[in-house]
């Protein structure tokens, strides 16, 4: 037969994390606040017909835009309030885009004054900007920048543009009034869309997954049973938790939630037939993970609740009785292994349990004689029976477990 020997798997349901979820998160930012300057005209004397505005795109911008409108007099211009707007089209789902922000209907969306003059606008580089203010004899030595990016206009008295490039973090809008002979006041207004990864209190479709994976493993010996159970399970997990309170759970509370969401599910999709064998697979996981903190109390109990459901095989006996020795509950070893050596009087394993009860419990002469009796024979298949009493020994003597008899035995058999 096969015994538990120290095990390294751990428990199933305590294996499922709440995986951090991250989302996409694009948000409205201010680049530059609505102003007002103005141009003169190209012939007048004093001011110039030229402004240039620097536009420094923040990290993870995604895309940029502006908004601008034209007045013959300086009050003439209502505000544009373009952040405002795009903010509240966001906030009410209005701007359709798979990214939350701007998207190309946007210009159609965003009310602005109408204008009453036109301008030129040039977006530039750095080197273009030079060039546009570039002087000969106070003549302008070029009409326009050599290099313009998308979002330039020429003779337009007001819009709302959208800049896809933003692979130049430092750009210039540059104003041009063409006219020779009337003034113009300009209003712009100039809004970023930044993209940042933010942490999002929700399941991900993963550690959804893993839900309904765990659940079909400890189902997996009844297919039939696993889609509609672990559907249910699944679906209790995810609505009964967001990943942050279920992380703030102990390991002990994520394993008697999740065995009874288990429970529901099987009696709910009429599987309740399962649940003793579901108990049996969730208490064996669990007696894995608590043999790799060496919880031996806990062994105890868990093992304990195996006999309950009709699990009494021989390795159960052995692992109960041992983890009883290891606490130092004698008295129920006792009346457990009169039990299964009368189920069980051909098995090595529970006759060695026997030996260390008498020993520990003060009957010297009755351990000795089953200490020599079986001298020679095998443990578990695996272990010859000295080397099984020599390990034994060294964990009973690491746990404080002490008996003045050891060093006897230990001569007897060689060790």
Known sequence: MKFALPLICCVIFCSIG????YKTVQKVVPLLEEQTFYLNS???IGGKPRNAIKIELPEHTVQWSYAF?????ESGGESIKLLKQVTDFV???LLNSNLIGITTNMAYQVVKPTGAGVVDIYLTDVTGQEQFFATSWNVYSFSKPEKTFDGSRENIKDGTILVNEVSNRSVYLCFNNPSSTEGVYVTLEAIAVVATQEYVDEWTPESKDKFFNECADVLRFQPEAAKVVCDCFKSK??????PSAFEQLSQQEKIIQQQGFMEECLVQTGHEDLKSKVKVRALQEEIRGLELTKDYSALARRYREL??????????????SQNLLYIKQFDEVKILLTKALGKYPKETA????WAHYHLLAGNAGEAESIYQQYRGERVAKKLRWEDAVATDFQLFESLGIDSSNFAKIKTMLGF
Do not use: F, P
């Open 42 to 44: 190209q012939t007048r």
């Open 69 to 73: 409108t034209t007045s013959k007099k």
């Open 18 to 21: 709440a995986a951090q979820s």
């Open 237 to 242: 997990m995810i609505t009964r938790y967001r």
């Open 307 to 320: 006999l309950d459901l009709g699990e009494d095989k021989e390795d159960v006996y052995y692992n109960l």
């Open 350 to 353: 529970l006759w060695l349990n």
């Open 91 to 93: 906030a009410k789902g």
